[in-house]
């Protein structure tokens, strides 16, 4: 019976912290596009420059490991394709 107890309640914390690693990359993701949106609105005449500041902090997001190689094609190619 304890085994029970303890393999259900590592599993209750297996789920949570997967749920908390998923938050916090959807966070980061969502605090990219804002910082996106903020830069192309500031840097019409300057879009090379704020390109190249997203796909840094893209990369930086990559490398840290909170978007998969995956995740980091897709969002460079929507910044490429503006």
Known sequence: MMIWILVVTLLV???ASIAKGNTKKNLEIEKLKAESEKSRSS????????????LTRLKDLKDKGI???AEFDEQKAKILNR
């Open 43 to 54: 840097n019409d005449g300057n879009n090379v420059n704020s390109i190249a500041e997203e």
């Open 67 to 69: 978007l998969t190689d």
């Open 13 to 15: 914390v297996l789920i």
